[in-house]
């Protein structure tokens, strides 16, 4: 007899509440970013359904989805658009092949993904899974590149102090957060790290001629505590990579597709980098699916013999469910005029924010670029709290009881909605964070 199970004699039993899945989870699943030890000793929140901002839980109590599902989505949960676009595909085909294959939505995307900048500019899209291979495949892309146009002594890439570009080796190895990359450090790409644009400006003749690429988060940098890069810096770094030679590679894995009020972050500074790496909000959050762009001149060094090709890819790549899930992204961009109403939810976000950081001393700094938003929260006085009082993430716990998710970074709290989120619900949230602040100030801060 065939060995199908462990738990043969009930595997046809399907998990069906809340605590079995907690159990199951507890016995056999492994989270990222999570400290497993404590995990197995707190209770999980199972989440089960979703509308609109709002998640539910397998208990039935609903919440805000405070940082759009860890940075993914864009027009809401269940949306019956999106959903029916990922059916209709689902009808005819979930996954082709892409290698050697071409598939319908793909070469729409692709297209259309193009169009956003001005002719010449993004011209070409190598698809991939997630933001940390979109930032791999740029990466080799721009290495590559100078093998093949007779500069192979530039190797170097130049990335910015916390930065953070994803968790896969070579990405965690542009990333300025030690914490994402201790394991293996001796690993990944030769990287020189910049402050900011001084940094940049002051880089010797030697150092310019070595180096293939700058990347950076533009606008602002996520992972390092929603971090506002000064009016004006893209322009220069796209202005200095021109100067010298060197590729400007934009990471808008989260600040692609509205988060900080234009589509795309460099469009605020009229900025075309040579590589742009999307992924989280490509499908609305609805699955997996990264893109990495080039323009014309980095694609044509590519052509020619068999080793001039791009040796790179996966096996999902161009998934056409995802594709078909990001194209519905981008019509509702269009129907719902996401971009439009942005900037009265922005102000209003802003408004509410200053009047609870006005009312509240642990409320250090509010740093906002779009509904992109980082609370950090501080001592009275300024100093920040010790790591081990754990005040973001006690913040957190207590947010769930005023109905508010989201995950800090460190002692600052992320407020990334869904850009669909309403007046309505800006002001609910806010009234959320508002209490739970309270809460955690009665409290106190010493245990
Ligand atoms: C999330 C993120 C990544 C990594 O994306 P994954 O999909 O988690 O691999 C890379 N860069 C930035 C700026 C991000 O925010």
């Known amino acids: 007899m065939q060995f199908l199970s462990r738990r043969t004699a009930c595997a046809h039993i399907v998990l069906v509440d809340t605590e079995q899945w907690i159990a ?14 404590e995990w197995v000793e707190a209770e999980p929140l199972v989440l089960v359904s979703g509308e609109g901002v709002w998640l539910q ?23 019956p658009y999106i959903n029916a676009a990922i059916k209709a595909q689902l009808e005819k085909v979930a996954h082709t092949s892409y290698l050697g294959f071409a598939n319908p939505r793909a070469s729409e995307l692709a297209q259309r993904l193009c169009d956003f900048f001005p002719e010449g500019g993004l011209e070409r899209v190598f698809f991939s899974d997630d933001g940390s291979t979109a930032v791999e495949c740029a990466v080799k892309m721009a290495m590559q590149y100078r093998l093949q146009t007779g500069e192979p002594e530039r190797t170097q890439l130049l990335a910015f102090d916390q930065a953070y570009h994803g968790d896969t080796l070579g990405a965690a190895s542009l990333g300025g957060v030690g914490a994402f990359s201790k394991c293996c450090q001796s690993f990944g790409y030769p990287v020189r790290r910049l402050t900011g644009l001084g940094g940049l400006l ?11 690429a700058v990347i950076i988060e533009p606008l602002v940098q996520g992972v390092n505590q929603i971090k506002p890069w000064p009016d004006g810096m893209l322009a220069e770094i796209r202005s200095w990579c021109d100067t010298h030679g060197v590729h400007l590679i934009l990471d808008e894995v989260m600040t692609g597709f509205g988060r900080t009020g234009t589509m795309f972050a460099c469009q605020h500074e009229g900025v075309t980098p040579d590589f742009l790496c999307l992924a989280k909000g490509l499908t609305g ?44 992204n981008l019509d509702l961009f269009e129907q719902e005029k996401t971009l439009e109403k942005l900037p009265a ?22 740093r906002q670029r779009g509904l992109v938003v980082g609370i950090e929260l501080r001592q009275l006085g300024g100093e920040v709290f010790h790591a081990a009082h754990r005040v973001g993430e006690r913040f957190c716990l207590l947010a769930r009881k005023h109905r508010l998710l989201t995950r800090p970074i460190l002692n600052t709290i992320v407020i990334m909605p869904p ?28 245990k």
């Open 345 to 366: 939810k922005v102000l209003l976000l802003e408004s509410l924010l200053a009047a609870i950081g006005g009312k509240y001393h642990t409320v250090y700094e509010v």
């Open 419 to 446: 850009l669909s989120i309403s007046h309505d619900e800006i002001e609910t949230m806010c009234v959320a964070l508002e209490r739970t602040l309270k809460e955690l100030e009665q409290e106190g801060f010493s």
């Open 57 to 79: 839980d397998a208990e039935g109590r609903k919440y805000i989805d405070g940082n759009a599902s860890i940075w993914t989505n864009i027009h809401g949960h269940n949306h």
């Open 202 to 212: 002051g880089l010797s003749d030697a150092e310019v001629q070595k180096t293939a």
């Open 24 to 37: 199951a989870d507890k016995a056999h699943c492994w989270h990222p970013f999570t400290r497993q030890a």
């Open 285 to 328: 959050g609805y699955l997996p699916l990264a893109a990495t762009m080039v323009g014309d001149s980095v694609y044509q060094a590519f052509l020619g013999d068999a080793e001039r090709a791009f040796y790179y890819g996966h096996s999902y790549t161009a998934n056409q469910l995802g594709c078909a899930a990001a194209l519905a």
